[in-house]
């Protein structure tokens, strides 16, 4: 591994070592020479030599990493072309045999923990009510929208600081696991259908009416909807910000997808008006110590899948169900279809 790696988890080069690794100063020599590179982010920095890592992979060779494909497309067909076999971390299949191995799930929960800590420090004002002798201090009142694993994740931590927690999603059969932590649900229309996909114009218009209200009723907003393999849905807007009371604070967990609040900048934390609007891209690495942990956890349950050939060469296995699900590149192409997609689209 990269000599230097753990520097930012406060994990010496030693630490690996006595772990078994063998560590390296030239990582454009070790990118080269792996069968297998296990990596957090895809291939697509810059080295020191100019080139970009994914243009130094050997041929044959394969990569495990979050790819968010969307955002790399021309990573993507760099990789295909180098024939590099490519494993995407955020393709796993729902499926109970992969739990092990659900990277977004161990990170997501990272996420919500750390973003009530983020709100909590920027807030001007106590989560839990306090009863003092100068009076009582009423409890935050927390916004969750979306009650995905970091979302719920973030209904929880709220909950143990004391705050009082509302969930919002378009998903009413979440309503009994928000229940469970100890929130309030806030029930969205439906339309005939039941699927949040087909809903009318008056649906969503009714939708969008009633998260104004609850996002006016907040302290604290945390959005955490994300669609994986698409930008984040724009849900809470510049009017609704404008309708919450000064010293509120909205955390957007979903800014490296572009999102869910229309005044979000990704990596800052923005004023409008007196509501302050952070849209934080670092909160997994702020928790490396844990993250790293889980993550190593889930790949070497995903790399124990992989098996070598008579000549020591990786073999995968194309009856392997969760090989094939996150199987990004492969001979030459690229073998994830939405993604072989948006980039024939792109050469149009």
């Known amino acids: 591994m990269e ?3 753990g520097r ?3 994990i010496s080069d030693e630490a690996f070592a006595e772990a078994g690794a063998s560590l390296s100063d030239d990582p454009a020599a070790l990118l080269a020479s792996a069968d297998l590179v296990v990596k957090v982010a895809p291939p697509s920095a810059t080295l ?3 080139e970009v890592e994914a243009a130094v992979l050997r041929e044959g060779g394969a990569v495990v990493a979050m790819m968010a494909p969307h955002r790399n497309l021309e990573t993507v067909r760099r990789l295909a072309r180098g024939k590099v076999t490519t494993f995407a971390l ?3 299949p729902r499926i109970a045999r992969a739990q092990s191995m659900d990277v977004l799930s161990s990170q997501s929960n990272i996420a919500g923990y750390r973003a009530v800590l983020v ?3 920027e807030l001007p004002r106590y989560f839990p009510m306090l009863m003092t002798a100068a009076g009582t201090v009423r409890p935050a009142k927390v916004l969750v929208v979306g009650a995905g ?3 719920l994740q973030a209904v929880a931590t709220a909950r143990r600081l004391g705050a009082v927690v509302t969930v919002s999603d378009i998903r009413p059969e979440v309503a009994e696991q928000a229940a469970s932590l100890g929130a309030e649900f806030v029930d969205m229309p439906q339309g005939e259908s039941g699927d949040a996909s087909q809903a009318t114009d008056d649906v969503l218009a009714q939708q969008r ?3 104004a209200g609850a996002v006016a009723a907040a302290d604290v907003v945390i959005t955490a909807a994300l669609v994986p393999g698409q930008a984040a849905p724009r849900l809470v807007t510049a009017p609704m910000v404008e309708g919450m009371a000064g010293g509120s604070v909205v955390v957007d967990l979903a800014g490296e997808e572009g999102g869910n609040c229309e005044l979000s900048s990704p990596g800052e934390a923005v004023d409008h008006g007196d509501v302050r609007v952070v849209a934080p891209m ?5 928790q490396a110590v844990d993250a790293s942990a889980l993550f190593a956890r889930n790949v070497a349950e995903f790399v124990a899948l992989l098996d070598v050939d008579d000549a020591d060469r990786l073999r995968v296995d194309p009856d392997e169900e969760i090989l094939a699900q996150c199987m990004l590149t492969a001979d030459g192409a690229v073998a994830h279809a939405p993604t072989a997609a948006a980039l024939e689209e792109g050469d149009r």
């Open 48 to 50: 020191e030599s100019g």
């Open 149 to 151: 694993v970091a979302g």
């Open 282 to 286: 670092d909160l997994i690495a702020r």
């Open 8 to 10: 930012g988890t406060r």
């Open 209 to 211: 009416e009633i998260l």
């Open 119 to 121: 709100a909590a420090n």
């Open 3 to 5: 000599r230097g790696a």
């Open 90 to 92: 955020e393709l796993m």
